[in-house]
């Protein structure tokens, strides 16, 4: 820990400064007033659920200049969309940053719209999006959206720097060195996972080749959890999809990895009284295709994208509360309480990437298991 809490000390400062201007400048959200801030307990709950979510630009932080126009401060990414015509592309910049489908983006003879950060295609001979009573577009149909979204982008980042980190750690273990740098932090993990996570999990026989793959997943979940703790506003891990797709990684690599003693165990039970044994053969395959994964898949999401919605909340208390305590108060109390629950968050950062990886080991492990018969 003694690594980390300087840094986080910087983060968590600069992300309470940086949340206080956003949440007392204007909002972002058209349906808001633009004469009004995010001043109210519906607003910063609009708000707080809307940052957790992707998005197809990177949007750091809106102000208003002197002139009372609104800036952001950000970058566009890239929009890919398959519409009715074929696939489109243009930057997510076209949309100047709104999302109530009152801007149109007309491309490759297709128009489209985005609304609530999805983006739908016009239907034809449509002036503008008609809403019906739940806000939903009913003269627009969704479509395929191969983006570049944030969350995109920071997979991307992220696994060039594990490239680049792990060559270069190979590259000193080749030439026999002893690992200097940032090698030298990253050794002491890589013997972790493969000593306490996967030999004991997996074991003697099989470890070696589910190792690379476990390693991967406990580096990338940790240092996504770590980059969603910084004022990018990256939320990786807390979005569904992505922690499906990690889970379906681990089910593919364990079905197929399975023996016949383990096939044999999960469809038909042996020592067990004939007639019982198909109703186990559903339960254990039932455990295998879907209690597993998605034990997996949500026990990630649900703890990154709750310590997310904590750490925001608490540090809206400088503006909910502002009124009842005075700006200094309702500032420090929240600056003390998301400063700890910060930190706390970087051990549940690393507590979720060990579980993730433990758990995957251990499906491993129970599917490549030899059993000694005697």
């Not at 996504?224 to 690599?253: K, S």
Request: proline share 4%.
């Amino acid at each position: 820990m003694r690594i980390v809490c300087r840094p986080i000390t910087f983060i968590t400062l600069f992300f309470t400064l940086m949340f206080s201007v956003v949440a007392n400048a204007k909002s972002d959200n058209p349906q808001h007033s633009d004469e009004g801030a995010v001043d109210t307990q519906e607003e910063v709950t609009e708000y707080i659920l809307h940052h957790i979510k992707d998005s197809h630009d990177f949007h750091l932080f809106s102000y208003t200049n002197s002139e009372g126009a609104r800036k952001h401060v950000g970058f566009p990414l890239p929009v890919i969309v398959w519409s009715s015509k074929g696939p489109v592309a243009f930057m997510s910049s076209a949309f100047h940053h709104d999302d109530s489908g009152k801007v149109i983006v007309e491309k490759g003879g297709t128009r489209f719209v985005k609304v609530h950060s999805k983006i739908y295609e016009l239907g034809s001979g449509a002036a503008g999006v008609s809403f019906d009573e739940a806000h939903h577009p009913t003269n627009a149909h969704s479509v395929l959206d191969l983006s570049i979204t944030k969350s995109v982008f920071g997979i991307l980042l992220v696994g060039l720097f594990m490239l680049w980190a792990f060559s270069s750690l190979a590259r000193q273990y080749k030439d026999k060195q002893i690992p200097t740098g940032f090698g030298r932090v990253l050794e002491p993990l890589v013997l972790y996972v493969r000593d306490e996570i996967a030999r004991p999990n997996i074991g003697d026989k099989h470890y070696r080749k589910f190792t690379g793959y476990l390693l991967t997943v406990f580096f990338f979940i940790w240092v996504m959890n770590l980059l969603g703790l910084t004022p990018l506003g990256f939320n990786v891990t807390g979005q569904l999809a992505v922690t499906a797709a990690l889970a379906i990684f681990t089910l593919i690599i364990y079905t197929v990895s399975g023996n016949k003693e383990y096939w044999g165990h999960t469809l038909w039970m042996p020592g067990v009284p004939v007639l019982i044994r198909p109703v186990l053969a559903i339960i254990e395959v039932a455990g295998h295709f879907l209690i597993k994964p998605f034990s997996l898949l949500v026990r990630l999401f649900a703890n990154i994208s709750a310590g997310h919605i904590v750490v925001m909340s608490l540090i809206a208390i400088m503006v909910t509360m502002k009124a009842s305590m005075g700006a200094f108060g309702a500032t420090t109390l929240s600056f003390v309480l998301s400063f700890f629950i910060t930190l706390i968050e970087v051990l549940v950062a690393f507590l979720q990437a060990y579980i993730f990886t433990m758990l995957s080991a251990l499906f491993i492990g129970m599917a490549v298991a030899e059993h000694e018969h005697h």
